[in-house]
């Protein structure tokens, strides 16, 4: 399995900021994704993001917010863009598994927005 | 609308009794299904999964069986230990696992008392 790490793993922030999220993998992998979860939510999924093409986001979220850029194939970031109290979160990065069907988890980041 | 739901919040067992977490999806296109194990300030732990054209997969203390005529899927913790204690949460696929949307209810939370 993949060994994820992210930075930070907290950040408080003020609203109208942007944070910068970073996703290590001890390996090279194709697919790597970007989820949320909300206080007392499930997880979601933000994005996708492979190598060399352009994150392909699902629906409710968008580019100019979650920007994520993707330029090797062991590390992402994601930018929570213009915050707000409501982007409070824990956000997730994941990579495709070795053995194709599953997927393995970062730490997470938890974010405060004040 | 909630496609994948863990109708129980929490669940308390005592130590080398069984444990049962349930599941319940209403999209009838996931053909994949995953438990993660997610501990405090951790990310989520891939644990088990299975693929609709089984009903049972098994690994050591954690068997996972599929009900797809009832769009049901449980976890069996065979004994229960106190180190399973965790938040335990179910996802589903439309097209494999890594592949791409993971769809994960909202968690039940395992407290398993010695």
């Known amino acids: 399995s993949a060994v994820i790490s992210q930075k930070p793993s907290r950040d408080i922030c003020q609203r109208g900021t942007s944070l910068t999220i970073q996703c290590q993998v001890d390996s090279q992998v194709t697919m790597m994704f970007w989820y949320r979860q909300q206080p007392g939510q499930s997880l979601t999924l933000i994005a996708t993001?492979?190598?060399?093409?352009?994150?392909?986001?699902e629906s409710g979220f968008v580019i100019d917010k979650f920007p994520i850029s993707r330029p090797n194939l062991t590390f992402s970031t994601l930018t929570v863009s213009n915050m707000s109290p409501e982007d409070s979160s824990i956000y997730l990065c994941?990579?495709?598994?070795?053995?194709?069907?599953?997927?393995?988890f970062g730490p997470g980041t938890r974010l405060t927005v004040t | 609308d909630q496609q994948v739901k863990q109708n129980s919040p929490s669940l308390s067992v005592q130590e080398g009794r069984i444990s049962i977490l349930n599941c319940d999806y209403t999209?009838?296109?996931?053909?994949?299904f995953l438990w993660y194990k997610k501990y405090p300030a951790e990310g989520p732990t891939f644990l088990i999964s299975?693929?609709?054209?089984?009903d049972k997969n098994e690994d050591g203390r954690f068997t996972v069986f599929l009900n797809k005529s009832a769009k049901h899927l449980s976890l069996h913790i065979v004994p229960s230990q106190p180190g399973d204690s965790a938040v335990y949460f179910c996802a589903a696929s439309a097209n494999g696992g890594s592949q791409g949307n993971l769809i994960f209810g909202k968690g039940t939370k395992l407290s398993v008392k010695p």
């Open positions: 299975i693929s609709s054209i089984k």
């Open positions: 999209n009838s296109m996931f053909d994949y």
């Open positions: 993001a492979n190598q060399g093409s352009e994150a392909t986001y």
């Open positions: 994941s990579a495709d598994g070795l053995a194709g069907n599953e997927q393995y």
